[in-house]
């Protein structure tokens, strides 16, 4: 569901700065994220795409501005550890590299955060698992290793985690870039579906093709700033910038 406008947005950040040391990352970048987005960020490498997803999870700190959740200042120097444990908890995060503990199964990597972070019943925990397992196609994986998986499992093994946090959006770092490129399309698949059932969702993808038809809105990253925003159909056939006319001539 799209929120209405007298709601706050379901995410939000004001001019972002993050460097390391002396090499500028993000040079104030603002954005708004609305209960039902799809927001893919594409741009060439090394332009902040990443940094900015992991500001916006607080995974990276920064050095200026400000981030808000659900009305919420995470930025605030008074929230408490627990505060913003809580409420980064609605935030799910898909890495490219999947980070599934290799120790457990797959049951117990779905497991382990709701019960540990969230206080989740067993029971309750694993009736997530399984629905979110079945959600991804992978219901009979429960009890398997993460070394018998594919990389395409794998990763929808990750997001089927991310899913039991039951978060509010969704945030993916390139998740099909370490991939075979015949494993990609079903994890492109499974992130489709939720993009139609309504997670909001925020996306850096080098994958054109998702960018166009499942989002509602892209944005071009270059030099650490947003340097052009719009609708797919107006950023892929009327791009104003000459930087995002050559990125999109070289896909």
Request: hydrophobic fraction near 40%; glycine fraction near 8%.
């Amino acid at each position: 569901m799209i929120a209405s406008s007298a709601d706050p947005p379901l995410l939000a950040c004001h001019q972002l700065h993050k460097s390391y040391g002396t090499r500028t990352v993000l040079r104030g970048v603002s954005a708004t994220f609305e209960a039902g987005d799809v927001v893919s960020v594409i741009g060439p490498s090394g332009c902040g795409k990443s940094t900015f997803l992991r500001c916006l999870n607080r995974l990276e700190s920064f050095q200026a501005g400000r981030l808000e959740l659900m009305g919420h200042d995470l930025s605030a120097p008074r929230l408490s550890w627990d505060e913003q444990t809580r409420l980064r908890s609605r935030v799910g995060m898909v890495f490219q590299q999947f980070n599934l503990f290799p120790h457990l199964n797959v049951l117990d990597n779905l497991m382990l955060a709701p019960r540990r972070i969230l206080g989740v019943p067993l029971a309750e925990c694993r009736d997530r698992a399984l629905h979110h397992l079945t959600t991804v196609g992978l219901a009979e994986r429960a009890r398997a290793w993460p070394d018998q998986l594919s990389g395409g499992q794998k990763q929808r093994v990750a997001i089927a985690r991310a899913l039991c946090m039951n978060p509010a959006l969704m945030l993916f770092d390139e998740p099909t870039s370490a991939l075979d490129p015949e494993l990609v399309g079903e994890v492109l698949a499974v992130m489709q579906g939720l993009a139609a059932d309504g997670m909001t969702m925020v996306v850096v993808t080098h994958e054109m093709r998702f960018a166009r038809e499942v989002s509602n809105r892209v944005m071009f990253f270059n030099d650490g700033l947003i340097e052009e925003q719009g609708s797919p159909d107006q950023l892929f056939t009327q791009p104003r910038s000459d930087r995002l006319q050559t990125f999109l001539r070289r896909q």
